[in-house]
């Protein structure tokens, strides 16, 4: 098999490489090779995130390159504002990846997956207004809400799944989610796994056909071996770390795409962890404790800006919170007022015992661990002890803090209200404040900007006040590609981890 996918990717980059164009089984198709983080699982029902999902799968509606609601599954829809329902009608024609059409049913099986509890989405948050799906024929699908909801229509972009193939099965567990059926503009042709994942384009689209005959999702979980791939011709895109990429600024054979993101980086407080339930008030020195504007320069050569709320790229922004700017003095302060004592070992103490936490990073994110590093030093240096570690698995509940990142540059309800509101599906700090739940539905439940803009400023003040997290910075994301590959979209605001990138990639083609 590791010849095989080996023989596949040497093809693709000799047809990167010479930027040839042909028919999708053609020795000379043109492939572009990926570099990508592994996937256990492709599950964008149950999972927020997944850079591969645009490929496979559409959702009702799509986002264009200024991030507006634009049709994707549905041609056109309808709002009534009296009984608060949405109805989507569906294009005719369109069929999956089996050959099987793609009906109204498949539209309210996906939702309705994501809504039952026992399924444990991610995404469930964003739908917990539906109070009702009904089909009226196989192209006309209506939602039902027991309260507005301003985000609906981008929420509606969530990836619609095939009935036929996951009634009755595991959400979690099913084998579907390693061998994926989609709609989308490429279909699954071979995974290998932690090697690569092949795609080869969807004749069929409904949208028409892409240029780019294969997508090799190379995997690459470690950002260093990235860019020495990149730099070996073994890659023809991927995402870099902001010191990476700035090598191949100016150099022959490439193209660097530097795209600004709504991905903002911060650590994350875990309450369900007993130390912070016990030390909450100390946070605030933690936040004090950070050089932002340092850590940007150093760690991401000033490629962002630096951060204090999760609405900084949005027009929702408030501005005037407490924006916890660098003073080691303010820091100590909020310690002296806890009642905490400086010990001989040059740590502040509570009834005896050292305060101090470790910060838990994800593996092969070369950015997330030199900032927490240099984030848990700036820590030590109040009289906090803070050290850095990179466990095999990330224990949610069980770890102290961790190097977290979100943002979204949709609507602002998106990555707000699922990971700060409690108990919801993304909120995996734990954290719990009514005053942050009140203002986030007041938000989601009206369309008047001016309402939306009261409530998402009291929302900003509430969570300052109170932090969930130590917000860092946003870091724009810095796209390398074989310059032969054309169509990329440099003014599109990327999301999480940059994702977005491939929003139009059935527009774009490599070489003549």
């Not at 309705?112 to 799906?133: K, Y």
């Not at 698995?393 to 102290?400: A, L, N, S």
Request: with cysteine.
């Amino acid at each position: 098999m590791k010849k095989k996918i080996a023989a596949l990717l040497l093809a693709a980059l000799l047809g990167l490489l010479a930027g040839c164009a042909g028919g999708e089984d053609g020795p000379q198709s043109p492939t572009l090779v990926y570099g990508s983080g592994d996937y256990t699982r492709i599950n964008p029902a149950m999972d927020e995130h997944g850079e591969i999902n645009l490929l496979l799968f559409n959702g009702l509606t799509a986002h264009n390159g200024d991030n507006q609601v634009v049709p994707g599954l549905a041609k056109s829809w309808d709002f009534d504002p009296e009984a608060c329902t949405y109805t989507f009608h569906l294009e005719e024609g369109v069929k999956w990846h089996d050959g099987e059409p793609f009906t109204a049913e498949d539209v309210r099986f996906t939702i309705e997956a994501i809504m039952d509890p026992e399924n444990g989405s991610e995404n469930a948050a964003n739908f917990e207004d539906v109070e009702g799906i009904d089909v009226a024929d196989e192209h006309t699908v209506s939602f039902r809400l027991s309260a507005p909801n301003a985000a609906f229509l981008d929420y509606m972009s969530m990836a619609i799944l095939p009935k036929h193939l996951l009634e009755g099965e595991d959400m979690q567990e099913s084998a579907f989610f390693r061998s994926p059926v989609g709609t989308g503009p490429y279909k699954l042709e071979e995974w290998d796994e932690g090697q690569a994942i092949s795609l080869v384009k969807n004749e069929e689209y409904f949208k028409g056909p892409a240029a780019i005959g294969r997508v090799v999702f190379k995997i690459v979980p470690d950002d260093n071996a990235k860019a020495l791939q990149m730099e070996a011709g073994e890659l023809g895109l991927a995402l870099l770390t902001p010191k990476d990429a700035a090598k191949f600024q100016g150099k022959e054979g490439y193209a660097v795409y530097g795209m600004k993101t709504s991905d903002y980086r911060g650590i994350l407080f875990n309450f369900q962890n007993p130390y912070w339930q016990e030390n909450r008030d100390i946070i605030p020195a933690v936040c004090y404790a950070l050089d932002r504007e340092a850590i940007l320069e150093t760690v991401a050569l000033g490629r962002g800006v630096a951060a204090y709320g999760p609405l900084q790229r949005n027009p929702y922004n408030n501005g005037d919170v407490e924006r916890y700017d660098y003073s080691p003095e303010k820091a100590r302060a909020v310690l002296e007022a806890a009642g905490c004592r400086m010990g001989e070992n040059g740590l502040y103490q509570r009834d005896g015992e050292d305060l101090g936490f470790v910060i838990s990073v994800g593996a092969g994110d070369q950015v997330r661990l030199d900032m927490a590093q240099a984030a848990a030093q700036m820590v030590r240096e109040v009289g906090i002890g803070c050290t850095v570690e990179v466990p095999e698995q990330v224990d949610w509940e069980g770890q102290m803090a961790y190097l977290i990142g979100w943002g979204s540059p949709f609507d602002a309800d998106d990555h707000t209200y699922k990971v700060f509101g409690t108990g919801k599906g993304a909120n995996y700090s734990g954290y719990s404040n009514p005053e942050v739940d009140k203002y986030l539905a007041q938000a989601r439940q009206s369309d008047d900007p001016a309402v939306r803009a009261e409530a998402y400023g009291r929302f900003q003040e509430a969570l300052a006040q109170d932090p969930a997290f130590a917000f860092i910075c946003y870091i724009d994301a810095d796209y390398v590609a074989d310059a032969s590959l054309q169509g990329i979209d440099p003014h599109t605001v990327m999301g999480h981890h940059g994702v977005g990138i491939f929003w139009n990639i059935t527009e774009w083609t490599i070489g003549g």
